[in-house]
């Protein structure tokens, strides 16, 4: 593995000046964060944001996201065109050396918490998650709370359409989706890596796919081909205390093309709190993870994913620097034990 770290490009008050100073950093994942699904990237834009990133010495490495417009998740008619507007996105990515794509299929909310600063007993503060509160939010999107891109249409109108879809729907139309953009990836050199839902269970009555492993693996099978891959994350999968992680890891190995590590503390039923990464604050046991990542050769990039927000730092909910900087100096000592512990073991 080797390290990456998302940076919000001009809305991001990190500079990456420091996220270069982070010891072992090697890329950046970022997007064009205000473009609608509807439109073809424009080219200068992403041309002058690698440009950015590789004058400090970093690599634009992973693009994290272009969003699927919703049509295609509804399975609507627009949705070629919107398909073919994906496929030119791709086609951009793969011309920037960008080797990478995470995206995710989850209908109208992407990652969802019911708290961005819950307080923590040392006085940080970090996201929360509690499923009752889940469906006692009357106006979801209005809330201030994580989710999404700009939307083309009415989220209400949105919702209605999903509400009446199901979840074998939705599979269909990722698999639709998958056979259009695979081979185009392929062409253009750039992994798929799927996110998995976040949290990993259905919220507001929408149907959310890629929860398990039995999801992942139906996920790999709709298109096999190595382009068609998953982002390994852990604080997503492992805030449902069944998935086995480092039993997936092994499982999927090779068509694992990103890893977002952090962790959880679960404190109830469908109740969690993103936590400090180390393994006596969480659920998650990131050794084992990263040693299942070792074991399969996980030679992609690596990030330590959102979380705390420590020392006074403001900004981003989750996406301070020094967090993710503690996130990655843990994740790889982890790293440099397993390398150093199998070298010993090899010298005998
Ligand atoms: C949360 C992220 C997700 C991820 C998308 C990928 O911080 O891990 O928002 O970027 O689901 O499309």
Redo the contacts with the bound molecule.
């Keep these: 593995m080797h390290l990456s770290f998302r940076w919000f490009g001009a809305d991001d008050p990190i500079p990456l000046a420091y996220i270069r100073q982070i010891p072992g950093m090697v890329s950046v994942v970022t997007a064009l964060y205000d473009a609608p699904a509807s439109q073809v990237w424009p080219r200068a834009r992403l041309t002058a944001i690698k440009e950015q990133i590789e004058a400090v010495g970093l690599r634009f490495e992973v693009v994290?996201?272009i969003p699927v417009h919703e049509d295609i998740k509804l399975g609507r008619p627009a949705r070629d065109a919107y398909i073919d507007v994906y496929c030119q996105n791709l086609r951009l990515l793969g011309e920037l050396d960008v080797s990478v794509l995470?995206?995710?299929f989850?209908p109208l909310f992407?990652?969802f918490r019911t708290d961005l600063a819950m307080a923590l007993p040392d006085g940080s503060t970090t996201m929360a998650y509690n499923h009752s509160e889940i469906e006692a939010t009357p106006d979801p999107w209005s809330a201030n709370l994580p989710a999404y891109w700009p939307l083309d249409d009415s989220p209400d109108e949105l919702k209605a359409a999903y509400l009446s879809i199901t979840e074998e729907a939705l599979w269909q139309n990722l698999a639709y989706f998958l056979q259009a953009i695979v081979p185009v990836a392929a062409e253009a050199n750039v992994r798929l890596a799927m996110?998995p839902d976040?949290p990993p269970w259905s919220i507001f009555g929408l149907p959310r796919i890629l929860c398990n492993e039995d999801d992942l693996a139906r996920l790999l099978r709709l298109v096999d081909s190595p382009y068609n891959g998953l982002t390994f994350?852990t604080g997503s999968l492992g805030a449902d205390p069944t998935n086995d992680l480092p039993r997936m890891i092994h499982r999927f190995g090779d068509r694992i093309h990103f890893a977002?590590c952090r962790n959880v503390r679960r404190t109830g039923e469908r109740v969690f709190y993103e936590s400090a990464h180390p393994i006596e604050y969480g659920d998650v046991d990131l050794p084992a993870v990263m040693k299942a990542l070792y074991d399969v050769g996980f030679e992609g990039p690596l990030r330590p994913?959102?979380g705390r927000m420590i020392w006074g730092e403001t900004g981003i909910p989750g996406y301070g620097l020094y967090e993710r900087a503690l996130g990655a100096m843990y994740l790889r000592g982890l790293w440099d034990g397993i390398l150093t512990g199998c070298s010993a073991a090899a010298h005998g």
Excluded: A, K, P, V
């Design positions: 994290e996201s995470c995206y995710n989850m992407n990652w996110h976040d994350c977002h994913d959102h």
